[in-house]
């Protein structure tokens, strides 16, 4: 029984390796050919715009706007399947200082909407800095974008929790989600609304729950459909 377990655990990593093999060959491979179409579409725009007829200038207009997009969506998965492939260099870092890199680099949002943000003492933890910077700006960032029509009031809280590690949480009072949405948001390029309604290509909280995985830690979302969300995380007492 054990070894049957064993055996399916090891399957397990060795296709989820591949996976993430593919991921990063197909996002990186794809680069190159997508750069070769840019430039020229670029340079057909540059050259011949206004000498054409305005079909052939929309048509010019909306490849460019495709090969934009699509450079965007191989740029996130290149970062996304980039995470897995360094090991953590752990730090004891202090999260109130990592809260602090993530909002001064949301500056411009939080000027914006007016947005105040709020805080629990946060712990000191060994983590990767950089990768924490990262799931707080995502997770604040997020809050302030899907906000309703309030002004976001943000919770950034830490308990210890019965582990002996940490659970942290970014609250929100924003526009919330459906309970069917839960789970899905956390997968790539899962979004519950239009880009033109809310920008962006759905990369963010794929990033946070793997980064926060690589932990040792796990996150989740609890959410109200017009009255907020909160995501929480734990860090285990040691991360690995
Ligand atoms: N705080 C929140 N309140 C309400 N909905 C949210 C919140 N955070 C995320 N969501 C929903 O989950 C989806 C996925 O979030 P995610 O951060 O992965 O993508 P994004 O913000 O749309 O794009 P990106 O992060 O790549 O810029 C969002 O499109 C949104 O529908
Ligand atoms: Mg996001």
Redesign the pocket.
């Known amino acids: 029984m054990e070894k049957l377990a064993e055996e399916r655990i090891a399957e397990l990593a060795r296709s989820n390796a591949e996976l993430a093999q593919f991921g990063y060959v197909a996002s990186h491979d794809l680069q190159e050919p997508l750069r070769a179409v840019a430039s020229c579409v670029q340079l057909l725009q540059k050259r011949y715009s206004g000498q054409l007829d305005a079909r052939a200038d929309e048509f010019i207009a909306h490849s460019v706007a495709g090969i934009k997009r699509m450079e965007t969506l191989i740029n996130?998965l290149l970062t996304y399947s980039r995470l897995g492939t360094h090991s953590l260099p752990l730090v004891k870092t202090q999260c109130g200082e990592v809260l602090d890199i993530a909002l001064a680099n949301l500056a411009a949002a939080i000027a914006e909407s007016g947005a105040v943000v709020t805080r629990d003492a946060l712990p000191a933890v060994e983590v990767d800095a950089t990768q924490m910077a990262q799931v707080f700006q995502?997770?604040v960032?997020?809050?302030i974008?899907?906000r309703g029509a309030r002004t976001p009031a943000i919770h950034v809280g830490a308990t210890k929790n019965k582990e002996g590690g940490w659970t942290l949480s970014v609250s929100?009072n924003?526009?919330?989600?459906e309970p069917q949405?839960f789970e899905r948001?956390?997968e790539v390029f899962?979004?519950?609304?239009t880009r033109t309604e809310?920008?962006?290509?759905?990369?963010?909280?794929?990033i946070?729950k793997k980064i926060v995985e690589r932990h040792g830690g796990r996150m989740h979302v609890e959410?109200r459909i017009g009255e907020?969300?909160t995501?929480r995380f734990t860090l285990p007492g040691r991360a690995l």
């Open positions: 996130d995502n997770l960032g997020n809050a974008k899907f929100d924003g526009i919330g989600m949405y948001i956390f899962q979004r519950l609304h809310y920008q962006g290509t759905g990369i963010g909280l794929a946070c959410s907020g969300s995501f």
